[in-house]
């Protein structure tokens, strides 16, 4: 193999595998939910990302031919990470709604917050409940 394509190939799996302890170790010792969902979403998929891409370059050049699996597993990846974690905090926002919502800022807009207001301003200057299903 030649030096530059293993060089290459090489930094990528090494720094795949310091964003991957990064995330790990970011999933460990981070605080609370809403900043340790931060390490597996970024960092680890970062360095999986990483060592996706060394294997893909690694056989390109070796065999000659893109292997198709590194490249679903890597969209794979990129598109359910993202959703996974939206899921995640969104969840997390409404199971603690009440403490969440006495830290937020105001908006500065005619609505508040979109993830806890059901309910226009209106109604809710008018006496209605807030955060009632509509129905």
């Known amino acids: 193999m030649n030096f530059l394509f293993e060089f290459v190939i090489s930094s990528l799996i090494v720094l795949g595998g310091i964003f991957v302890l990064v995330g790990s170790i970011g999933l460990i010792k ?3 939910l809403m900043t340790r969902l931060h390490a597996p979403t970024k960092a680890t998929t970062l360095g999986l990302g990483g060592a996706l891409g060394a294997s893909m370059l690694y056989f390109l050049w070796g065999e000659g031919t893109l292997s198709i699996h590194e490249v679903l597993i890597s969209v794979f990846l990129f598109l359910t990470a993202p959703v996974t974690a939206h ?3 969104k969840a997390h ?3 603690n709604r009440d403490t969440i919502r006495q830290e937020l800022s105001p908006t500065g807009r005619d609505h508040g917050w979109s ?4 309910v226009p301003k209106e109604a809710a200057e008018a006496g209605k409940a807030i955060d009632q299903p509509r129905g």
């Open 115 to 118: 993830t806890f207001d059901t």
């Open 87 to 89: 899921f995640i905090a």
């Open 93 to 95: 926002l409404h199971l």
């Open 30 to 32: 981070l605080p609370d």
